[in-house]
């Protein structure tokens, strides 16, 4: 599949099929993230992949019932727990790093489960102490975020998105 393909027909996906998905694709999808670039290649990020439907249910209750993605969370036959050790990343004009490196392996591996005809959701909104001690996370453990990962069973439209001229700015911080 086109990169640029990719790109444009990604969406995040928060209802799935009961299908498993095969070893070798999460593996696939899990080494696209581990190619991503970061602060002087130190590669902080750190995946959990949870498939055991008790470990998924122990999950939930660190997310708000508010929280839309939580259903995806309780049926997506797998779940990938993205985290960072902050030490092993650096911190520049107050800018901790660890976030922008996995941030950057997370869309990879969003990218990549779509290019393979899988689903996933970036969900932020959780309680991180809850998620460490559910799952036993390192207390020197960040984790940044968690998507669900399977095949679609929703087709979601494309979002709205501001156009390239109201956020690019040439030579200078104002509009032409």
């Known amino acids: 599949m086109d990169i640029f393909q990719v790109f444009n027909d990604r969406r995040s996906i928060r209802k799935y099929k009961e299908t498993q998905v095969e070893a070798v694709k999460i ?8 190619l991503a670039p970061s602060w002087k290649n130190m590669q902080c ?17 660190a997310f708000p019932e508010e929280n ?23 911190v520049e004009n107050g800018i ?11 869309e990879h591996l969003c990218l990549a489960a779509h290019a393979l005809g899988l689903g996933s959701c ?7 102490a809850a998620i460490r001690t559910a799952l036993a996370i390192p207390e020197n453990i960040r984790v940044v975020g968690i998507t669900p990962l399977g095949y679609p069973d929703q087709e979601p439209k494309a979002r709205p998105r501001k ?5 690019t700015f040439y030579n200078r911080w104002e509009k032409l």
């Open 27 to 34: 593996e696939q999808i899990l080494n696209a993230a581990r």
């Open 45 to 61: 990020w750190r995946f959990l992949v949870i498939n055991d439907q008790e470990k998924k249910t122990a999950l939930l209750q």
């Open 68 to 90: 839309p993605g939580s259903r995806a969370i309780a049926t997506a036959p797998v779940i990938i727990v993205v985290c960072a050790d902050p030490s092993e990343s650096g």
């Open 96 to 106: 901790e790093y660890f976030i922008a490196d996995t941030a950057i392996a997370f």
């Open 122 to 128: 970036w969900m932020g909104w959780f309680d991180e």
């Open 163 to 167: 156009s390239l001229s109201d956020i």
